[in-house]
Structure formats: structure tokens, C-alpha cells
């Protein structure tokens, strides 16, 4: 790693005919200090977690940049203030004038104190603070996000990707406080050379898919989307079929956002708070590519239409509903209605978010969900209030090969010496695929102001709206429908299994069930012939090899589509309500909560331990809270080693060390105790 000054130019690769860019590879990063101001003496963050509740409340929060690394291509180069930085900047630019594309990763982080000292004139971001790119108003470069891009901690880039490289752990100490002047060893300085250099070899990688870094995917979604993209651009029949499906109605498009909903992530109350023994788990393969390549979904807009029960209904047409229902109770000891997806609830007894009867409710619905309330409660009577219909097909052949063409290279690659690159890249597309399936453009501005340096979230006009889902028609791409379609079938799936398996049944998350011991294994059994039997059935009809829905693996095993398969075994096993569980195993306790690390589970010396109040401390999880600070004074600091200067950001992100106490709701708590995913809404 070279100081900055060591700068001289470099050749820089110019792409392009009338939008010049530079193909160089550039990276950056920095490291920060964090610090907390109390008494008016600056500590380490780490100090807060010492704090009582009423000492943190007066705290307040900064940090500080203490080194900054800029990589081109393999060589980094470091400065120790902003102002170097600039200079460094000044030089490249007057060097290089054409764009440039910086991969930062985490750009949201970086971005949060860049933006004290430089402007920005177009800045991406999916939310108030996470930046996916950002365009400097007074250098030609762009900042792109390697973390979105990836999908991946920086950490498991080397190994994802097989780097020639791998990033340095331990070898930092982000627990004391340092700034600019603070002496950093051979150690510490290689440390912060490697994070360029793992992102620089990540992103060659890349180029041997992209070939320039103009056309890398901002997002790791947008990676299989843009694959699927450029097979279909010319492909007027594909173009045609879903261009039907898409519909510009803006009240149907707010019934669908209301009507879409995830997988099923739930704890049976009966045994919530309880050690079980020798609980299974049953996951199953690839839920949602299964159905996108053996379901049939909505193929044309939808109209208006007057149903007035169930009996309206033909099997062959697909619906959209709101519907009223009265005095309604779940039949079964686990519950499936959502409250947050509800409107106008009255008189309602909650199991941990979940309701379990109700005076009355509304609810959008697809035919599918509408089927399964009517099948799983008791209802003294209902009332269809508003009505759409359309018809059902199967998704264009196109997209349905393009997810199997990618299932049979996932499977091909797995376990193959050599191929470990290829199964990662093409099990990442393959992930991808409902996230692309369900992904909704229409979404409120998220806008960075360049004058306040805040963020604001600007609602979406009527006009905007009704525009954007006429540019949507005009892509001909998916349609949001299917993306709605595509989790009703799979929460159906999975549910009509828990509806059987009702009292055995212990936990369920998304495409995965644990149950105790005594339930019947013909369920899964059945379920999976059926499933083989829908798929001869399907790729018969649309002419499709069985084998691709079915591909074997390096061993000859064939590995089929969408059947549950027993995944894991647990010898004892507790849960706390959703994404809330702990389990022990010849290995020792692990544990899956919501917000906390794996590495968490220290924090248990017995799986008894797993109860409301547990405390995860900082020594156990390592876990830190992210402060966006916004208006920091300049302060004087004192390093570790005793040096002291003022430093003078006025934003940063300060890491605070942070603890999570386990807990369930009240509502839920007196349950167990009884023994009887924000989007633009169109203004209507």
C-alpha cells in the first residue's frame, strides 16, 4: 500500500463512443472510530454498554475517519485526512477526466461521511440511507454499492468466489479510539490494503460475465434479471403474454400490494415456551421455483365482476377479493391470518400477530388464501365486497425454461471439484429468481437533498403512479401479479401440510416445518408424489423435459422439484414465538433469533436458558447498534497512545455495542398461558 502522494497516473482503459468511461478497477474504504461524548469527555463507543439506562440517555454519539485506502486495479493507495483525499481526487481527475466507477462495499456507511465534504448531484437508494449508487457532482465518479451487488459480507467474498486473496481478521482493533495522527502498524496498515483488495478481485470476477464495469448489475436481483432480460427483448410472443397480465388499473395495483403477503413464519402456542425432544424438520426444495414452473397464474387484467359467495366461483378463473367476514375462528390450534394484513378489525383475540377469531375483519384476498380461510374456520357468514376476475395459465415456456435451465446448473455444479465458483454464481441466480418474481418498481422517491445533506421520503403522485404502471405495460418484463400469485400457492402448499399435521406441528418459517414426534409421515409422503405427479402432468402439456425439473447431481441422484425432505433432526428444541428458536444437537445449542448472530447462542449454558428476559450482551454477540449522526461538533480526541487532536466531521455512523433481551408480546404471553414486508399507494 502506497502513500498518496506516491500518485503518479496510471493508463486509464477508455470505453465507450459518445459516453466515454474509464474500465479501471477502483475501489475504496475507510476506517472509523466511534465515540460517545458523556460528561463532556469522549470515551470509545465500547464504554456505553458500562452506562446505566439513565447515564446512555445522555450520551452523545460520533465518529471520525483515521485512514482512507483507494485502489487502482491492484494498487492501493492511503491518505489519513479528508484533505488528502481531496488532493488525492484533484489528481485523478486531472489524470483520468472520463467517468469512473468506485466500488465501495457498504456504500451506505462510507456515504454517510463522505457527504461532509463532497457534494453529490444523483444519489440511488432504496431507503433513507442505504445507497445503492451515488454520482459526485464535482469529480467524474460514481460510487457503486459491491455489498448489493454481492449479496455478501466482505468476509465471504474470498471464499464465495475462490479469490486469490482473503480479508484480514483480528487484526484491527475497532474497539479503541484512533484519528489521524494515530501510528498504525505494518499489521494494521496491510489490514485496511486487503479490504480494497478483496473487492477489487470480486469485481474481476465479475468482468468475466460483464466484461466492463459499466454494465455490472447495481443489485444482486438485477444480476438474473438482466440474463432473463436480454433473452426476451426481441421475443414478441413472451412480450405479448405478459403484457396481458399486467394491469394498469390503479385501484386493482393497490388491491394487489394489499393482497401480497410472505411465506408463513409462525410458532404453534401450544408448545411456545416448552423444551421438546426429538423435534423434526421437513424443508421444502425450492418452494417458489416450483411454483413458477408448475402453476398457473393470472394471464390477463383484471375486471370487475359480481360475486356474491363461493359458489360463484369457477375453478378455471382466478380472483381478486375484498371480503367482510363476521364471527370468524380458526379451527386449529395454529392460526393463519395475518392482523397487519387486515383492515376494520373488531373484537379480536391474537396469537402472537396471528388471529385467532374475530367479531369482524376485512381482508384482500387472492382466490387462493380465500379458499384456504374458508376451508380452515369457522365463519358465521361473509360478505364480498368488492370483486375482479381473470383468467388463469401457465407462465410464458421462456421464463419457465430460463428457472429450470438454472435449477439443472445449480444441481449440475454442487459438490463438483473445480465447479465451486460456477454452483455459487448460479445458485445466487437461482435465489434470485422470486426476488425478481415479486419485485414491486412502483415505489415512493427516496431522495438525498445535496443542500441539507438529509434524506427525504417523497410520496408518489396519482399521475406518477398511473405513469409508472403504463411504463411496466411497456416493458412487457413480469408482472407484479404473478409475484402475488406465487407466495399465496406457496403459503397454500405449505399450510394445507400444517392443517393435517396440525397438533404436531411446532414451528413453521416460509418453506420448512418442525414437528414432535407421533405425526404421520404419509403426509410428506403423499404430498411428494403429488408433486411428482403435477410435474409429469405439466411438463407433458408444455412439452418440457421431466429430467429438467428433476436434475441429477454428480452422484446420479435425481433431485426433484418442490417435495419435502427431512432436513434435520433436533434432540431437544424450544421456541419463543417467530423467527425466535433455539435447539441442541451432538454439536451444542445454536439458536435463530431475529437480530441477533448465530455466535449469540454463548449467551446459553443450557437450552433452559432460552426464556423471556434472556440477555444477549455485546460479549456474547459482538452486536452493534448503527448511529447516523448528523451535526457532530468538532472535538478534541485522545488516541490510545495519548495523542490528541480536534477532528472535525460533521456526519458519520457510530457503532454502538447493543444487548437484546428476549421477550414476547403481552397478548402472546397471555395466550401461552391460557389452557382454553412501505410501497406507494395510489390515493383513492
Not at 465518529?63 to 492511503?78: E, G, H, R
Not at 481478521?169 to 484519528?179: A, I, P, S, T
Request: with cysteine.
Amino acid at each position: 500500500m502506497q502513500y498518496w502522494e506516491l500518485y503518479k497516473g496510471h493508463s486509464p482503459d477508455i470505453r465507450g463512443t459518445r459516453k466515454k468511461f474509464d474500465n479501471t478497477i477502483y475501489t475504496f474504504d475507510i476506517e472509523t472510530t466511534s465515540y460517545i461524548i458523556y460528561n463532556n469527555q469522549v470515551f470509545p463507543s465500547i464504554k456505553y454498554k458500562d452506562l446505566t439506562k439513565k447515564e446512555q440517555e445522555t450520551c452523545e454519539f460520533g465518529a471520525c475517519m483515521y485512514i482512507w485506502q483507494f485502489s487502482i486495479n491492484k494498487d492501493v493507495y492511503y491518505g489519513r485526512t479528508w484533505q488528502e483525499f481531496i488532493l488525492f481526487l484533484d489528481k485523478l481527475e486531472e489524470n483520468v477526466s472520463d467517468l469512473k466507477y468506485v466500488f465501495v462495499h457498504n456504500l451506505s456507511f462510507e456515504f454517510q461521511f463522505l457527504k461532509s465534504y463532497f457534494a453529490f448531484e444523483d444519489v440511488t437508494a432504496r431507503k433513507a440511507h442505504k445507497v445503492m449508487t451515488a454520482k459526485m457532482k464535482d469529480y467524474n465518479i460514481l460510487f457503486k454499492c459491491s455489498y448489493i451487488m454481492s449479496n455478501a459480507a466482505l468476509s465471504d467474498l474470498p471464499k464465495l468466489y475462490k479469490l486469490p486473496v482473503e480479508k484480514k481478521v483480528g487484526d484491527l482493533d475497532y474497539v479503541v479510539l484512533r484519528h489521524s495522527k494515530t501510528k498504525l502498524t505494518d499489521t494494521e496498515l496491510g489490514y485496511c490494503e486487503y479490504d480494497c483488495l478483496v473487492v477489487y478481485y470480486y469485481i474481476l470476477e465479475e468482468l468475466k460475465t460483464y466484461e466492463t464495469v459499466k454494465k455490472l448489475p447495481t443489485t444482486s436481483t438485477g444480476k438474473v434479471r438482466r440474463e432473463l432480460m436480454e433473452q426476451v427483448m426481441l421475443d414478441f410472443k413472451y412480450k405479448r403474454i405478459v403484457n396481458k397480465a399486467i394491469n394498469t388499473n390503479p385501484h386493482i395495483y393497490n388491491l394487489l400490494v394489499e393482497a401480497f403477503a410472505g411465506g408463513y413464519t409462525h410458532s404453534n402456542y401450544i408448545y411456545t415456551d416448552e423444551i421438546l425432544e426429538n423435534v423434526d424438520s421437513y424443508d421444502e426444495t425450492s418452494a417458489y421455483p416450483y411454483i413458477l414452473v408448475t402453476h398457473k397464474f393470472p394471464n390477463c387484467e383484471f375486471k370487475k365482476c359480481n360475486l356474491k359467495s363461493r359458489d360463484d366461483m369457477i375453478d378455471r378463473l382466478c380472483y381478486l377479493l375484498v371480503v367482510k367476514f363476521k364471527n370468524i375462528k380458526s379451527k386449529y390450534f395454529n392460526n393463519f391470518i395475518s392482523s397487519s394484513k387486515c383492515r376494520n378489525i373488531k373484537g379480536a383475540k391474537y396469537d402472537n400477530g396471528r388471529i385467532i377469531e374475530a367479531e369482524e375483519i376485512e381482508i384482500v384476498l387472492t382466490d387462493i388464501d380465500f379458499y384456504f380461510i374458508l376451508d380452515t374456520h369457522k365463519i358465521k357468514s361473509y360478505e364480498i365486497l368488492e370483486s375482479y376476475v381473470s383468467t388463469y395459465a401457465y407462465l410464458p415456456k421462456k421464463f419457465i425454461n430460463f428457472v429450470l435451465d438454472k435449477y439443472v446448473k445449480k444441481t449440475e455444479y454442487k459438490n463438483v471439484l473445480g465447479m465451486e465458483l460456477e454452483y455459487v454464481k448460479e445458485k445466487n441466480k437461482f435465489n434470485a429468481l422470486y426476488g425478481m418474481s415479486v419485485t414491486n418498481t412502483i415505489r415512493d422517491n427516496v431522495i438525498y437533498d445535496n443542500d441539507t445533506s438529509l434524506w427525504k421520503e417523497e410520496e408518489l403522485t396519482n399521475d406518477e403512479i398511473i405513469e409508472r404502471l403504463k411504463e411496466e405495460k411497456g416493458k412487457s418484463f413480469l408482472s407484479f401479479a404473478y409475484g402475488v400469485w406465487v407466495t399465496a400457492y406457496a403459503r397454500n402448499n405449505l399450510l394445507r401440510r400444517v392443517i393435517e399435521l396440525d397438533e404436531y406441528v411446532v414451528y413453521c418459517d416460509t418453506d420448512s416445518i418442525k414437528l414432535v414426534q407421533g405425526y404421520d409421515k404419509n403426509v410428506f409422503i403423499n404430498y411428494n408424489k403429488s408433486v411428482e405427479e403435477k410435474i409429469k402432468k405439466v411438463s407433458k402439456l408444455l412439452r418440457i423435459d421431466f429430467n429438467k425439473y428433476a436434475p441429477s447431481d454428480k452422484y446420479g441422484v435425481k433431485h426433484l422439484l418442490g417435495v419435502f425432505e427431512s432436513d434435520a433432526k433436533y434432540d431437544k428444541f424450544i421456541t419463543q414465538g417467530a423467527k425466535k428458536y433455539a435447539y441442541e444437537d451432538s454439536k451444542g445449542i445454536h439458536i435463530t433469533v431475529a437480530g441477533v448472530p448465530k455466535k449469540g447462542s454463548r449467551a446459553l449454558k443450557k437450552l433452559d436458558d432460552f426464556k423471556d428476559n434472556l440477555v444477549f450482551k455485546y460479549e456474547d454477540t459482538g452486536k452493534n447498534l448503527l448511529m447516523y449522526c448528523e451535526n457532530q461538533p468538532s472535538i478534541n480526541i485522545k488516541d490510545y497512545l495519548g495523542c490528541s487532536i480536534k477532528v472535525y466531521e460533521k456526519s458519520g455512523c457510530c457503532l454502538v455495542p447493543t444487548t437484546y433481551i428476549l421477550s414476547k408480546s403481552l397478548d402472546y404471553c397471555n395466550l401461552i398461558s391460557d389452557n382454553s414486508s412501505k410501497r406507494a399507494k395510489y390515493r383513492e
